[in-house]
């Protein structure tokens, strides 16, 4: 059978223990549909028709190590050769409450009753040890037809569990494939289910659709789904800007902005991803327009950067993500003077890698402008270069390159807290006018000065 060589050594191993000891086990789930499109599978998941306690048994007589966590929901972790597999008792999920709970589940051996919990047909095929696809719900066709399409009744899917519409549209996003009109519709018709979803879950999701290949085009097609939880891109959407530097609507800018961040391994960086889609969410808020009818936006990146933070809080980011994502939309639009001491000065502010970053994101933006932008494109590509040779330089670039520490500053009276803070910029940027040789002596004399002078 053609694909059975891609099925990995530990997984058959416990398909064949369960087989042999007469229960039905099938590979399941996500690597099946991945080795379908001839895409790289991972995490192999089994099911089958042993109870929890049966595959625990059947593991232990083949010396298989396993874990029981998730027990009450029916999956035993089997680790087989060093590889975790997850196995998971064909199972009804019971009611569901708050459209995401499933209030009890319930074990079967009836595989179509397992099948029929599954989201979507290209998720709920199931590949034997033999090589043999069991597909109840047309899957395979829809995979060879690029299509999404909810198992069963869709309406009723999404009220079950409403993550599954953001599952829908991040496998859109990953695999450029539609969505089925009923499944479609069913996802519009019951977005509002989305404000039930735990943020930490929407993340996930989101996340995962942000830094896919057809991100721009889903959440183009879509934006009326992800306004539940961003409403900021429904005032995007068709917000002229009226500026010879756009000739698209804000959403639109965007939209080509995500397009241009760069994608390495199939994805995008999930900082440069995220900075993209929200450095110009503020433009609408403060658009004003001056007596010839030309829009200005000033002050548009803080805005932005308030619409992130109530994204990250409704995700619950964690905070490195949360800071970076910050950083680069506070400073998208922001250039230093292209000359060595304004550059210099810039460069203190970020690390190498956000700086990176920023410049990724800057020149995305910049190609997203009409062609009267080009000068900045021209400004932009001489501050890097500039930035390059100070770095070949080995000039302080942040705190730890002064010749002095903390530790030194506070021996001669400086107080840890703002003083401190305060005393080390000055320090650096005297460093960078010249005013001061970076060694301890000069150091410690400059700061003992401009300590008594503020
Ligand atoms: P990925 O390749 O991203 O891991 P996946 O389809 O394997 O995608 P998982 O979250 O690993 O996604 O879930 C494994 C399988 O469990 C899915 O293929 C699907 O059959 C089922 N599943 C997962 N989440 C849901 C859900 N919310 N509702 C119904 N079925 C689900
Ligand atoms: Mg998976």
Not at 161 to 171: E, K, N, P
Not at 332 to 356: A, C, G, I, W, Y
Request: charged letters at 25%; one cysteine or more; proline letters at 3%.
């Amino acid at each position: 059978m053609k694909y059975l060589h891609l099925i990995p050594n530990y997984c058959l191993k416990a398909l064949n223990i369960l087989n042999g000891s007469g229960y039905e086990a099938y590979a399941v789930g996500g690597a099946v549909r991945d080795i379908l499109m001839n895409r790289d599978p991972h995490d192999f998941d089994i099911a089958t028709s042993a109870l929890p306690d049966e595959i625990i048994t059947v593991m232990s007589m083949h010396n298989i190590k396993t874990v029981d966590m998730a027990k009450k929901h029916g999956t035993i972790t089997a680790v087989i050769d060093g590889n975790n597999v997850e196995i998971t008792t064909y199972r009804v999920d019971g009611e569901y409450v708050d459209n995401r709970h499933p209030q009890e589940v319930e074990f079967t051996t009836n595989i179509a009753l397992d099948v029929a919990r599954r989201d979507f047909t290209m998720n709920a095929l199931y590949f034997s040890s033999d090589g043999t696809i069991v597909d109840l719900n047309g899957g395979t066709e829809d995979i060879r037809a690029k299509r999404i399409r909810a198992v069963g009744n869709a309406e009723i899917r999404f009220e079950e569990d409403a993550l599954r519409i953001m599952r829908g549209l991040r496998f859109a996003s990953e695999l450029g494939f539609d969505i089925e009109a009923q499944t479609e519709q069913a996802m519009f018709n019951k977005k509002a289910l989305l404000r039930n979803i735990s943020g930490e879950r929407l993340y996930s999701e989101f996340t995962k659709l942000v830094i896919a290949p057809y991100a721009s085009g889903i959440i183009r097609q879509y934006t009326d789904i992800f306004a539940e939880f961003c409403p900021s891109l429904l005032k995007a959407r068709g917000f002229e800007q009226n500026s010879s530097y756009h000739d698209k609507d804000v959403l639109e800018h965007i939209l080509a902005v995500l397009d241009s961040i760069p994608l390495t391994d199939g994805c995008r960086d999930v900082t440069l991803a995220y900075a993209a889609l929200c450095h110009d969410l503020g433009k609408p808020y403060v658009y004003k327009t001056d007596e010839n009818g030309v829009g200005h936006m000033k002050g548009h990146a803080e805005v932005s950067l308030k619409i992130w933070d109530e994204l990250a809080d409704r995700f619950k980011v964690d905070n490195k993500l949360r800071a970076d994502v910050s950083e680069l939309i506070k400073y998208h639009d922001t250039f230093p003077e292209p000359e060595q001491k304004s550059v210099h000065r810039f460069m203190l502010h970020h690390t190498e890698e956000n700086l990176f970053k920023l410049h990724i994101l800057q020149k995305a933006d910049l190609s997203a402008h009409t062609a009267k932008a080009s000068g900045r494109v021209e400004k932009l590509a001489v501050i890097m270069d500039l930035e390059q040779k100070i770095r070949n330089k080995n000039l302080v670039l942040s705190r730890k390159d002064l010749a002095v520490s903390g530790k030194d500053l506070i021996d001669i009276g400086i107080n840890p807290g703002p003083q401190m803070g305060s005393t080390i910029d000055a320090l650096l940027e005297a460093v960078i006018d010249g005013a001061v040789e970076n060694n301890p002596s000069s150091l410690l004399s400059y700061a003992l000065k401009y300590r008594f002078n503020s």
